[in-house]
């Protein structure tokens, strides 16, 4: 019986039990795709990263316990942990070829640094179901792309959500709530989709939203996983 490497890292944390985690298994080859999807329901985790190494870059494909999906943050991180401190990559930057198309992630020091590609979203109003789903009443402003991103008034107002993702509208699961930050933070927000609230990767790249469009900053999130530094550049389409 072959062995496969498997690591589980808590992304966006410095501690264990904390952050998003995910599982990364790092393969020779590609196997048939259920025997991928058993190996991600065997893990049981949001998303499980499957990477294969192809000379000086690497495959890289995420399933849920459901199926395969084509873009994940948070398990494209952890590869890239795994990667950069088990296998001892030589460079600084990472390149993952996915279904989303090319994915970098650059390590300076300490850091790891996700470049995604930019979503393009536009202003909608959210289905009542979806509101109804997530116990939203008011909100500020709402705008859809890749998933929903809805503004609240405040981070009072982010903290008090509940959310009943099986009454959420279906096909409109994947949504990040938001608000301004108070000072210690420039925002705040919480990510929603079915078996999972953490923080999603993928899903903040909408920090531009918050960011000066002219200057390059910083925007320090507070998630209710763990604060997160979000670089923003003037990649991003909204």
């Known amino acids: 019986?072959?062995?496969?490497?498997?690591?589980?890292?808590?992304?966006?944390?410095?501690?264990?039990?904390?952050?998003n985690p995910a599982a990364v298994c790092l393969l020779d080859a590609w196997p048939a795709d259920?025997?991928?999807?058993?190996?991600?329901?065997?893990?049981?985790?949001?998303?499980?990263?499957?990477?294969?190494?192809?000379?000086?870059?690497?495959?890289?494909?995420?399933?849920?316990?459901?199926?395969?999906?084509?873009?994940c943050g948070h398990a494209t991180l952890a590869s890239a942990h795994v990667i950069f401190h088990h296998l001892?990559?030589?460079h600084a930057a990472i390149h993952f070829a996915t279904a989303s198309g090319r994915l970098t992630v650059?390590?300076?020091?300490?850091?790891?640094?996700?470049?995604?590609?930019?979503?393009?979203?536009?202003?909608?109003?959210?289905?009542?179901?979806?509101?109804a789903g997530l116990g939203i009443e008011r909100y500020v402003s709402a705008r859809r792309g890749r998933a929903w991103l809805i503004e609240l008034a405040s981070r009072e107002e982010v903290a008090a959500v509940r959310p009943t993702i099986a009454a959420m509208t279906p096909g409109e699961h994947k949504v990040t709530i938001t608000a301004p930050g108070d000072g210690e933070y420039d925002f705040v927000s919480r990510f929603f989709?079915?078996?999972?609230?953490?923080?999603?990767?993928?899903?903040h790249r909408?920090?531009?939203?918050?960011?000066?469009?002219?200057?390059?900053?910083?925007?320090?999130?507070?998630?209710?996983?763990?604060?997160?530094?979000?670089?923003?550049?003037?990649?991003?389409?909204?």
Request: proline fraction near 7%; charged fraction near 25%.
């Open 1 to 19: 019986m072959k062995e496969i490497p498997m690591y589980l890292v808590s992304a966006f944390s410095e501690r264990p039990f904390a952050g």
């Open 34 to 71: 259920d025997i991928l999807l058993k190996m991600a329901q065997q893990h049981n985790q949001s998303e499980t990263a499957f990477v294969v190494r192809e000379g000086e870059s690497f495959s890289l494909r995420w399933f849920t316990t459901r199926n395969e999906v084509n873009l």
């Open 88 to 90: 001892d990559f030589p």
């Open 106 to 131: 650059s390590r300076e020091g300490d850091w790891l640094t996700l470049d995604f590609p930019a979503c393009a979203t536009q202003e909608s109003t959210p289905p009542a179901a979806l509101l």
């Open 193 to 203: 989709l079915p078996g999972r609230s953490g923080l999603g990767g993928s899903g």
């Open 206 to 238: 909408f920090g531009a939203y918050h960011a000066d469009p002219v200057l390059e900053r910083q925007a320090r999130e507070k998630q209710d996983a763990g604060p997160a530094d979000i670089a923003t550049r003037r990649r991003y389409s909204l």
